[in-house]
């Protein structure tokens, strides 16, 4: 029987799954509408986050908040997690058992959310959810495809507001990556383009069937004596034309 998000949340609440519960001020689950077309995937809670216990509600969280801004949308339109829920000691980056171990945990949300566009943050969550080596530098920008979804890499708001905020050229990128998915999410909204069918085109009328017309007497042969009817032929019936299978 599937569980709802709601379910799921109060037991992961109590989860110890790995060390970073001994750590932790609470789990950090994650926050927005339950079915969203659009998901945020971070890598794990960080100071603020963990006291809240809502992902990305620091300095990062609010410019996350006005780039959502900038495309129409906010925070309860759509829905926002991390790989990790509990916060790894100093802000390192999460070990593999530990990923590992939280890994269920984000199949589950996505498995009862079913967004149709995730947006990985960083280079971290891109890595994790794509599979690749590459970097965010290399992989932003464009639409890539997993397990049936869309995903568009792009910058962790963290990273633009540590490398030089707005003046910086990664924040543009960041603002091309925000229009990108606005574009991304209008196109699934009007779906495929349907083609109407072509009408069908008006019966053709009926063939005229020829009047039965008999062949001119052959001439007889001298000495022969042949009946008239031996010698004149009568043109075969034609078909009917609406019994005939027309390709």
């Not at 379910?7 to 079915?35: I, K, M, N, S, Y």
């Not at 100093?90 to 058992?97: H, L």
């Not at 030089?164 to 990108?180: A, P, T, V």
Request: aromatic residues 6%; hydrophobic residues 40%; glycine residues 8%.
């Amino acid at each position: 029987m599937t569980r709802s998000l709601a379910e799921v949340a109060a037991e992961a609440a109590d989860c110890t799954r790995c060390r970073l519960a001994e750590g932790r001020t609470q789990v950090v689950f994650g926050v927005g509408d339950p079915d969203a077309d659009l998901m945020f995937i971070g890598e794990g809670p960080g100071f603020h986050e963990d006291k809240q216990g809502e992902p990305f509600v620091g300095a990062a969280g609010q410019l996350l908040t006005r780039m959502l801004g900038e495309i129409g949308l906010a925070r309860e339109d759509v829905y926002i997690n991390n790989v990790v829920m509990c916060r790894p000691p100093g802000n390192r980056d999460p070990q593999p058992d530990e990923i590992e171990a939280c890994t269920p945990w984000l199949v589950e949300r996505i498995s009862l959310i079913q967004p149709r566009l995730i947006v990985t943050l960083g280079n971290f969550a891109t890595k994790f959810v794509l599979q690749t080596p590459l970097g965010i530098t290399r992989v932003r920008g464009s639409v890539h495809t997993w397990h049936g979804r869309k995903v568009i890499p792009t910058f962790h708001p963290a990273a633009i507001l540590h490398g030089g905020g707005e003046k910086s050229k990664q924040f543009e990128q960041l603002r091309e990556d925000f229009s990108l998915i606005r574009s991304t999410l209008d196109a699934m909204s009007e779906g495929p383009t349907v083609i109407p069918e072509a009408a069908a085109p008006p019966p053709a009328p009926p063939m005229p069937v020829p009047a039965r017309v008999p062949e001119p007497a052959q001439p007889r042969p001298p000495g022969t004596t042949e009946r008239l009817a031996d010698v004149t032929r009568i043109a075969p019936d034609l078909p009917d034309p609406d019994q005939l299978e027309l390709f």
